[in-house]
């Protein structure tokens, strides 16, 4: 017997382990080989069954818990709120060329100061506070903040000492303080006196919570200070500010973009919306604008809340056990497993998620209760739709890594591996044909930038040109635009374009992956991971065999009655 043992534990790798914690007595060990490995299937199959079930159970409480959370900070309303504000202000209706100053004064007060109550009465003292729907408060004044370029001799000039303002970097930015009128000089008391003297002084990014903006002017990104005017809560005073502003012409041309910014409350659905209107004045004299509606939720069920946070936080720490010991276990072979690097990714993207839960509890309770302590000020919730935004990104990713491990439950995790071994057995004839094939796109994105730049909007920078031949590789391309712009030109760069990328190139992708996908078919191992459809399909074929076994039976009493009363 005990030699048998031996023969079992080094031949067939029924370790002791699996006999022990199933409490075989020796007596009932098998005596042959073909009882040996039936044993190891059967043990196997359980242990495989209790694995896949209890990670099965926690990947489905964690995906209730991720979105549970993602829920709580958003609302199937919000794409409604949304547009319902976007209409209201109608901000694309405002052409480029109108003065901004004077819209604000006329069109946009009438809309955030409504005089009457849905054209009917005037507006009633318990309802001052609406926007123009009588659905969304007002959470505070709104406020307008610029930023702006020093005013330079020019480089090179036609007219001898011209003075020139550059183009918007966050280096050039202008941060001195001024007097009223852009004048020269450091800031002084007595221009306490005016509705405006703050606007004429620079405030850091830093002290009033700012966050950099990306314009759609070749995509600039800028500060989140600047020059800044608080409205007031009142139209009257709000005119007068809007009036000194303009009569001081506080937009001039060493304006590189001004930002209008608010936030609204719907207490019906629950919801914020941060509302901010950029209105870009490039160096080339034209007018960029566009407007961006946040919506998010600052009050929900804190018990709830608190529940799936502390069952969140307990999964990412019991993750990062588990890496720790798939690690110490397998060391760097633990990444050759491609769901080990699906929890390897899910790891610091929970960490992340985590932090956020705590940096938005705690930025939610100090700027609700800034905003408390005086409601004539204005309260910057833009850092708060940031982060709510950002913690719906990731939970969001999460969610997606976390619904991609079902499949490993369900069994089908070999059609994965098997495109994982394909890619790895291609690499290095891969990682050529991208080498190659960048050096073509790249000259192809120069060729197009140099030939169309200065004609077609598509391709007025490199970036540009990069993510419009990315879209002519999916079936996307702008040919028309070119044809209008030059067309002998046109036809010979998409011609040569299609021939060399399209069909060359691709061609030669196909044919990499082809060869390699052959012999990863040739070389397919026999054994394959057991997922729930095994488990539920053998299951189901006991449950037939027994309920055959079963109708047989009853077959043989009622002919054995029929025998004895015959």
């Known amino acids: 017997m005990e030699g048998l043992w031996l023969f079992c534990k080094r031949k067939y790798g029924i370790l002791q382990r699996g006999l022990v914690k199933a409490k075989i007595p020796p007596s009932l060990l098998p005596k042959t080989r073909r009882a040996v490995m039936k044993l190891r299937r059967k043990l196997m199959w359980k242990s495989q069954t209790r694995l896949l079930i209890t990670e099965m159970i926690i990947y489905f409480i964690f995906l ?18 949304k547009h319902q504000i976007d209409n209201r202000l109608e901000f694309e209706k405002l052409n480029d060329q109108a003065d901004f100053l004077e819209w604000m004064n006329v069109s946009f007060f009438d809309l955030y100061f409504p005089a009457t109550v849905f054209d009917v009465q005037e507006v009633p003292h318990e309802l001052k506070y609406f926007f123009i729907d009588f659905a969304n408060v007002r959470v505070g004044p709104a406020r307008l ?10 480089a090179f000039g036609l007219i001898e000492k011209e003075m020139c303002f550059a183009e918007y970097q966050l280096t050039n930015e202008d941060a001195a303080d001024y007097f009223i009128g852009w004048k020269d000089g450091r800031f002084r008391t007595e221009q306490v006196k005016e509705y405006t003297f703050t ?33 007031d809560i ?7 500010i809007i009036t000194e502003l303009k009569e001081n012409k506080w937009i001039d ?43 998010f939720r600052l009050y929900y069920d804190k018990d709830s809340y608190v529940i799936c946070s502390f069952i969140f936080i307990l999964f990412v720490v019991l993750l990062f056990l588990k890496i720790c010991y798939d690690l110490y276990i397998n060391g760097t072979y633990y990444f050759n497993a491609l769901w080990n690097i ?18 938005r509890q705690k930025m939610t309770r100090e700027t609700v209760d800034k905003y408390h302590e005086d409601q004539n000020e204005y309260v910057n919730f833009e850092q708060l739709a940031f982060a709510n935004s950002l913690l719906i990104s990731l939970l969001a990713i999460l969610l997606y890594y976390a ?21 790895q057995r291609a690499r290095w004839d891969l990682t050529g044909f991208f080498i190659v094939f960048l050096i073509i796109f790249s000259s192809f994105i120069s060729l197009g930038y140099l030939f169309f730049g200065r004609l077609v909007y598509e391709y007025r920078d490199p970036f540009t040109v990069l993510a419009t031949l990315s879209r002519a590789l999916l079936g996307q391309g702008s040919f028309l635009n070119l044809v209008k712009s030059s067309p002998n030109l046109a036809e010979f760069y998409y011609v040569t374009f299609v ?11 196909t044919a990499i992956l082809n060869a390699s996908i052959t012999l990863v078919k040739r070389k397919v191992t026999s054994y394959e991971e057991k997922g729930l459809d095994d488990i539920i399909y053998k299951l189901f074929g006991k449950f037939m065999a027994w309920f055959r076994r079963r109708n047989i039976t009853r077959v043989k009493d009622i002919d054995h009655a029929d025998i004895l009363k015959g």
């Open 64 to 81: 209730v818990v991720v979105y549970v959370l993602a829920l709580s900070s958003s609302d199937d309303r919000a794409y409604q709120l």
């Open 145 to 154: 903040r610029q930023v702006r370029v020093k005013e330079e001799l020019c």
């Open 199 to 231: 606007a004429w002084h620079h405030v850091s990014a830093f002290d009033i919570w700012g966050l950099p903006t990306s314009g759609n002017y070749n995509k600039k990104l800028y500060g989140g200070g600047g020059y800044i005017i608080k409205l």
């Open 234 to 240: 009142n139209r009257d005073v709000s005119e007068k």
């Open 253 to 295: 041309r060493g304006t590189r973009a001004v930002f209008l910014e608010f936030t609204l409350y719907n207490s019906n659905v629950n919801l914020f919306s941060f509302v901010k209107y950029v209105r870009e004045y490039p160096e080339v004299g034209d007018v960029w604008s566009y407007s961006y509606v946040s919506t």
């Open 342 to 359: 699906t929890d390897f990714i899910m790891f610091p993207l929970g960490i992340v998620s985590a932090g956020l839960l705590f940096f």
């Open 403 to 423: 619904t991609l491990r079902l499949i490993r439950i369900q069994g089908r995790s070999k059609w994965f591996d098997r495109v994982l071994r394909v890619l």
């Open 499 to 509: 021939f060399l990328v399209l069909f060359c190139l691709i061609t030669m992708a």
